[in-house]
């Protein structure tokens, strides 16, 4: 009887997706110039042209990390803003969908903020922003337009309330305090309560 244990073969499809794991972790910790090759394939237990066959160079299996990041991110932050319910409830949810994310995830979040794979050159962050921005700008327009306000100043609004939730994400992301529903909670209070005493035509006070 041999004394070297068998091998277990793995189909492609587990393949990839352990080195795609492998790949989020090194990414996470080191970035994308930081990580080598043979360190990926050391990790996962592989040789180099293992990871060639499957993404072709370090930086296919980079893309393929954010890319699969992205769109959880997305889909989750999506979900919680085409759900049926209240404005407000939808800004609740979706805060509590990048908090979830992060508390999660925090290696694909991580990934997220670094560097930008060649397919997203803008940054794969800043790609996902401008897409979660364009729904908040449809329910914000609506809300305006209910409330007699310029539907059009929708857009400007909501790129000021989604900075607002991201910014504080990359915070809560290293502090993790307080918890996620209570960091939820005065992200809408601010946004919510601002928008009840909304002026229609705001103006600076300090000039002139």
């Given at each position: 009887m041999s004394k070297n244990p068998r091998r277990i073969r793995i189909?492609?499809?587990?393949?990839?997706?352990?080195?795609?794991?492998?790949?989020?972790g090194l990414f996470a910790a080191r970035g994308l110039d930081g990580t080598t090759i043979e360190e990926i394939a050391a990790v996962a237990g592989v040789s180099k042209p293992v990871i060639y066959e499957?993404?072709?160079s370090k930086e296919g299996?980079?893309?393929?990390?954010?890319?699969?990041?992205?769109?959880?991110?997305?889909?989750?932050i999506?979900?919680?803003?085409?759900?049926?319910?209240?404005?407000?409830?939808?800004v609740e949810r979706?805060?509590?969908?990048?908090?979830?994310?992060?508390?999660?995830?925090?290696?694909?979040?991580?990934?997220?903020?670094?560097?930008?794979?060649p397919?997203?050159?803008?940054?794969?962050?800043?790609?996902?922003?401008?897409?979660?921005t364009a729904r908040v700008e449809h329910i914000l327009s609506d809300e305006f337009d209910r409330r007699g306000f310029s539907a059009e100043d929708g857009a400007m609004y909501a790129q000021m309330l989604v900075g607002m939730v991201a910014m504080t994400g990359q915070w809560w992301q290293d502090s993790r305090r307080p918890d996620k529903q209570t960091?939820?909670?005065?992200?809408?209070n601010l946004a919510w309560n601002g928008l009840t005493g909304l002026q229609k035509d705001p103006e600076l006070r300090g000039q002139g």
């Open positions: 189909t492609a499809v587990q393949r990839r997706s352990q080195l795609i794991d492998v790949g989020r499957h993404f072709g299996l980079y893309t393929r990390v954010v890319d699969h990041e992205f769109h959880l991110l997305l889909d989750s999506t979900t919680a803003l085409t759900e049926e319910a209240r404005p407000r409830v939808l979706a805060a509590l969908a990048l908090l979830t994310y992060i508390e999660e995830r925090t290696e694909g979040f991580r990934i997220l903020m670094r560097d930008a794979p397919s997203q050159p803008e940054g794969a962050f800043s790609t996902l922003l401008s897409q979660v960091v939820a909670a005065h992200l809408v």
